[in-house]
Every structure is written in C-alpha cells, then in structure tokens.
C-alpha cells in the first residue's frame, strides 16, 4: 500500500475554484492508478475521476466533466484535483485513492478533505 495524504479543501462560493493536492508516499508508483472519490452527507461514495502515473488521458464521471481537471507531477509525487465552476452538489469529503495498475479495487485511501460550495 501507499501513504496518501490530501490537502486543499475549504469552503468557497458557487461557481469558484479550488484544487486538492494528493502527495504520495512509500511506493514507486509508475504502476499506480490515482482516483479521486467524494462523499457527500447520507450519500454513498462516489468516483470524480482517475489519472495513471504512467500516462494517459485523464477520465472522469459526467457530473464533473469540463469543470474538473486531474494533473500529476511525478517529481513530487503529487496529484491533483483542479475544481472550477463549482457547485453545491459538489459539497462532499474528497478522497484521493490508489490502486496497482492490474488490481480493479483502490486498496490504499487519504484521510479525506471537506469541500464545501456555498450558494
């Protein structure tokens, strides 16, 4: 497993930006897929989207596509979440995630960071 801690969250008004950064620690992770996932209160967890470290295009779920965008920078380790337009459906904890790239569940997890969109 890998050591994710997340940071960035806070409390902005609809329609503004945040980004949440992901640093990665105890793996080589050219092998890692990175996910993003958020949860909202009384809801269940949900996929925001995923990035491999390796390469490739980016992918999200539809209720994010073209507002959100997920980044990587291999010298630190680091992933990120850039959330433009935001909205009060996004008010959720966000978790970052890994998973080796042949293994379908995401078996290492961050402790989460509040997002929260006024309107």
């Known amino acids: 497993q890998v050591q994710l801690v997340e940071s960035g969250g806070g409390l902005v008004q609809a329609g503004g930006s945040l980004r949440l950064s992901c640093a990665a620690s105890?793996?080589?992770?050219?092998?890692?897929?990175m996910g993003w996932f958020r949860q909202a209160p009384g809801k269940e967890r949900e996929f925001v989207g995923g990035?491999?470290?390796?390469?490739?295009?980016?992918y999200y779920t539809d209720s994010v596509k073209g507002r959100f965008t997920i980044s990587r920078d291999n010298a630190k380790n680091t992933v990120y979440l850039q959330m433009n337009s935001l909205k009060p459906e996004d008010t959720a904890v966000y978790y970052c995630?890994?998973?080796?790239?042949?293994?379908?569940?995401?078996?290492?997890w961050g402790q989460g960071t509040q997002v929260t969109v006024s309107s």
């Open positions: 995630a890994a998973r080796y790239s042949t293994n379908v569940e995401y078996d290492s």
């Open positions: 105890g793996r080589t992770f050219s092998s890692y897929v």
């Open positions: 990035i491999s470290w390796s390469g490739g295009t980016p």
